[in-house]
C-alpha cells in the first residue's frame, strides 16, 4: 500500500467528495450521505430522499447512488489514485451502498481527465432534442462505455420503435398526472423560481412550457401552478408525510425536528459540511450545524425532508 500524508489523504478525498455533489440524481434529490474512516469513503443511500411514491423500489434511488460513485472513482483517478471499490459489501446494511479505498498510484489517461473535467460542466437536458443524427461512431462509443460500467445501452433507431416509446410516454405521464399525490411529490422537489436551496431541480433547469415534439414526447411538469399553489402545496405534502411517520392524527404537527447526534465510532472522524461551498469543519467545534444552515441550527426549509439521526462521520452534500 503506497504511503501517504495526512494532509494528502485528506486533500484528495475532500477533492473527491466535492465533486461527487455534482453527480447528477433523479429531480436532484441528492439521495446520499458519506463518511470517512482513514482513507476509506462509506457512500450511503439516505432513504430519507428517496420518492417514496416515484421511486417505490428505490430503483432511482440506487441509481443516483450509482452516479455519485462514479464522480468519486473518475475525481480520484484525476489525482492519480486508483479507487478500490466495494459495491453493497454488508448485506445486513442495505443503505450501504459502497466503500470506497484510496489505492495505489496511477496516473490518469486522457480519456479520465477529459471526463473529469465535464463533472461541473455536466446538466440535464429536460426539453425536446433537435432533429439532427447522431453519428453512428458516437453511438457505438456510448454503447462501449456502458458496457464498460456493467450496464447495456440499447439504441432506438427504428422511427416505428420510437413511435412507440412515444405512445407508452404519453400513457405513463397521462396516468401520473391524474395522481395528485404523486403530482405533489413531483413539485416538491421542483425549485421555483428565486428559490435559494440547493437541492431539487432549479428553475432554469426546465422549460416552463415544453415545446412540442415529433413524435410526441410529454415532458415532466415541473412548473405546475408554481406562482399561486408551490407553497400550499409543500406544507400541506410535508405536513401529511410528518403525520405518516409519527403513526398519529394530531390536530397540529411542528414543521422542524431537532437532529440528534449519532453515537460516536472509533477511528471515524465526525465532520460536518456546509452545502453553500464552505470548507469541512469538525462537527465538535460546530454542534447542531445542518446542510445549509448557520451554527447551532437544525431548522430545514419547506423544499427539504424533515431531519433525522446520522451516524457520526456522515457528510451530506448538496450543490448549488
Given at each position: 500500500m503506497i504511503s501517504r500524508t495526512a494532509e494528502h489523504r485528506d486533500r484528495v478525498i475532500q477533492g473527491a467528495l466535492e465533486a461527487a455533489r455534482w453527480a447528477p440524481s433523479v429531480h436532484n434529490t441528492q439521495p446520499w450521505s458519506f463518511a470517512i474512516s482513514g482513507e476509506e469513503i462509506s457512500l450511503r443511500a439516505d432513504v430519507d430522499r428517496k420518492l417514496r411514491l416515484g421511486d417505490p423500489s428505490?430503483?432511482?434511488?440506487?441509481?443516483?447512488?450509482?452516479?455519485?460513485?462514479?464522480?468519486?472513482?473518475?475525481?480520484?483517478?484525476?489525482?492519480?489514485?486508483?479507487?478500490?471499490?466495494?459495491?453493497?459489501?454488508?448485506?445486513?446494511?442495505?443503505s450501504l451502498v459502497a466503500t470506497i479505498t484510496l489505492?495505489?498510484?496511477?496516473?490518469?489517461?486522457?480519456?479520465?481527465?477529459a471526463m473529469g473535467r465535464q463533472i461541473e460542466r455536466r446538466r440535464t437536458h429536460r426539453a425536446g432534442?433537435?432533429?439532427?443524427?447522431?453519428?453512428?461512431?458516437?453511438m457505438d462509443g456510448l454503447v462501449r462505455?456502458?458496457?464498460?460500467e456493467g450496464a447495456r445501452l440499447t439504441p432506438v433507431r427504428s422511427p416505428v420503435a420510437v413511435a412507440m416509446l412515444a405512445a407508452l410516454t404519453q400513457a405513463a405521464q397521462g396516468a401520473q398526472s391524474q395522481d395528485r399525490v404523486l403530482t405533489l411529490e413531483l413539485i416538491r422537489w421542483a425549485r421555483?423560481?428565486?428559490?435559494?436551496?440547493?437541492?431539487g431541480v432549479p428553475a432554469e433547469g426546465y422549460p416552463r412550457t415544453a415545446p412540442p415534439t415529433d413524435p410526441g414526447f410529454p415532458q415532466r411538469d415541473y412548473a405546475w401552478r408554481h406562482e399561486a399553489f408551490h407553497t400550499q402545496a409543500l406544507e400541506t405534502y410535508h405536513l401529511g408525510h410528518h403525520v405518516r411517520?409519527?403513526?398519529?392524527?394530531?390536530?397540529?404537527?411542528?414543521?422542524?425536528?431537532?437532529?440528534?447526534?449519532?453515537?460516536?465510532r472509533a477511528g471515524v472522524r465526525n465532520w460536518s459540511y456546509d452545502a453553500r461551498g464552505a470548507p469541512p469543519v469538525d462537527a465538535e467545534h460546530a454542534p447542531g450545524r445542518a446542510a445549509g444552515g448557520a451554527p447551532g441550527s437544525s431548522r430545514r426549509g419547506p423544499g427539504h425532508p424533515r431531519p433525522r439521526s446520522r451516524p457520526a462521520g456522515g457528510r451530506r452534500l448538496r450543490r448549488q
Open positions: 428505490d430503483r432511482e434511488l440506487l441509481i443516483s447512488c450509482g452516479a455519485a460513485l462514479f464522480t468519486i472513482r473518475t475525481a480520484l483517478r484525476c489525482e492519480g489514485v486508483e479507487p478500490v471499490v466495494r459495491v453493497l459489501p454488508d448485506p445486513d446494511r442495505p489505492g495505489e498510484a496511477a496516473e490518469a489517461d486522457e480519456r479520465v481527465r432534442f433537435t432533429d439532427l443524427p447522431v453519428p453512428e461512431r458516437l462505455e456502458a458496457r464498460d421555483p423560481p428565486g428559490s435559494s436551496r440547493r437541492d411517520r409519527q403513526g398519529e392524527r394530531p390536530q397540529v404537527a411542528a414543521r422542524a425536528a431537532p437532529v440528534r447526534a449519532g453515537p460516536r
